[in-house]
């Protein structure tokens, strides 16, 4: 399913096809903190549509789990689950496949992994980033599952400056022409470097000869160019072209997904026993194919760019 069929169906279950009591933009929040909630509880295993490979290059031995917006000594993408979501590492040059080690080991002097080598590479977890040894390798290669997109629509940037970018296919993705229809809206630059801005408020946009024209506020750090995505995230632009949004996760479990996000639902709305059922029906289904009798009552998200409080 696409989101904007999720979206219906998730307006069908809770009722609400109106829109009454949930407009679009709060139900697309319920799926997007649904999702999260999914990746978080279901075994690793059901995840690969998630796994990521990269090789870093770092200059401290350290290596950040936070997606290289963040840091430059970085995956590209922030990690599901923190060291959780690390599937393996391995040296770059050589291909020896390092020995993960939790911190007693390290403390441990007689332990052989106390003089790691080229042939004998070990790695540790920390404060959220990995830690490689032998330190004289500065390559390393890192499979890991990455956190799932967001489920909003990123727009390619056709071109642009410091503070005015171009949309192309303005018609096409249902994108308004009328003068300033998107003004004050916050735009996110979802292809921004650690050093530039991310967000932007939208001072003024328009028609122009089938693309979307939009000024920035403040100026972008570096010059806009094709290569760029962004994404509206507030008054309810967040919801535009939804049909061309899927999610990352196996079709298979949408329904699951939509049984959180029902259940969150109804919890809003004071409707307890409904919730309990909604939510009974995930959790159940979670636990069977995690092969666990229930599942984990605590969880927990470094959550990217956004607070969900639902």
């Known amino acids: 399913m696409n989101v904007s069929e999720m979206m219906l169906e998730l307006s069908q279950r809770l009722e609400d096809e109106n829109e009454e009591e949930f407009d679009d ?3 697309l929040l319920l799926l997007n903190n649904a999702q ?7 075994n690793k295993k059901f995840l690969t549509e998630l796994e990521t490979k990269d090789t870093i290059t770092h200059s401290s031995g350290a290596i950040a789990l936070t997606g290289v917006g963040i840091d430059s000594n970085a995956t590209s993408e922030l990690v599901l689950k923190g060291g959780e979501g690390i599937l393996e590492v391995t040296i770059a040059s050589n291909g020896k496949v390092a020995t993960k080690l939790g911190i007693s080991d390290l403390r441990q002097k007689e332990s052989r992994f106390s003089t790691p080598t080229q042939e004998w590479p070990v790695y540790y ?5 990995i ?5 004289i390798e500065t390559s390393w290669v890192v499979r890991y599952l990455k956190q799932p997109d967001e489920l909003r629509y990123t727009f390619d940037v056709a071109s642009g400056d ?5 949309i192309a296919d303005r018609v096409a993705l249902g994108l308004s022409g009328t003068q300033d229809a998107y003004k004050y809206a916050v735009l996110y630059r979802t292809t921004a470097a650690s050093d ?12 122009a000869a089938g693309y979307l024209q939009i000024q920035l506020s403040p100026d972008a750090g570096n010059v806009f160019t094709s290569a760029d995505n962004v994404a509206f995230i507030t008054h309810g632009f967040d919801t535009l072209y939804l049909e061309g949004v899927e999610p990352e996760i196996n079709e298979g479990f949408h329904s699951v997904m939509l049984d959180l996000a029902e259940a969150a639902g109804w919890r809003r709305s004071g409707e307890i026993s409904r919730w309990e059922i909604a939510y009974k029906s995930a959790v159940d289904e979670i636990a069977f194919l995690n092969g666990e ?3 984990p009552s605590g969880m927990g998200r470094d959550l ?5 409080n639902v």
């Open 25 to 27: 933009s709060f139900r």
């Open 36 to 42: 999260d909630k999914f990746t978080h509880l279901i």
């Open 125 to 129: 977890i920390s404060g959220n980033k």
């Open 131 to 135: 830690y490689v040894l032998p330190i």
């Open 162 to 166: 410091e503070n005015t970018i171009l």
């Open 196 to 207: 530039d801005y991310q967000y932007y408020i939208i001072t003024a946009s328009a028609n």
């Open 293 to 295: 009798d229930k599942i």
């Open 304 to 308: 990217r760019q956004r607070s969900r």
